[in-house]
C-alpha cells in the first residue's frame, strides 16, 4: 500500500511502483488517518514548489499518482 501525503517520505517520482501496488489518498482536508499511514509500505509525496499553494485538489492528486505509476509500468 503507497499512502500519498503531504509528509510523505519518498517523492512520487522517485518511487518504483509495481503492477499489485494499492495508491491511497486521503480527504482534501485531513489527508489519510495515522493508522492507516502506518499501515503503509512507503508514503509519497507530490511536491508543491509555491508557497502560496497548501494543497492539490483531491481529484488531481489521484491523477498525477496514477498518471506516474500508469508511465512506469507502460500501462
Given at each position: 500500500?503507497?499512502?500519498y ?25 485531513q ?12 508514503t ?32
Amino acid at each position: 500500500m503507497l499512502g500519498y501525503s503531504v509528509r510523505g517520505k519518498s517523492v512520487y517520482t522517485n518511487f518504483d511502483y509495481k503492477a499489485d501496488d494499492w495508491l491511497l489518498f486521503g480527504s482534501e482536508t485531513q489527508g489519510l488517518p495515522a493508522d492507516l499511514l502506518q499501515a503503509c509500505d512507503e508514503t509519497l509525496s507530490i511536491p508543491i514548489n509555491n508557497k502560496h499553494v497548501r494543497s492539490l485538489n483531491l481529484s488531481v492528486s489521484a491523477a498525477v499518482g496514477l498518471f506516474e505509476a500508469r508511465r512506469q509500468l507502460n500501462l
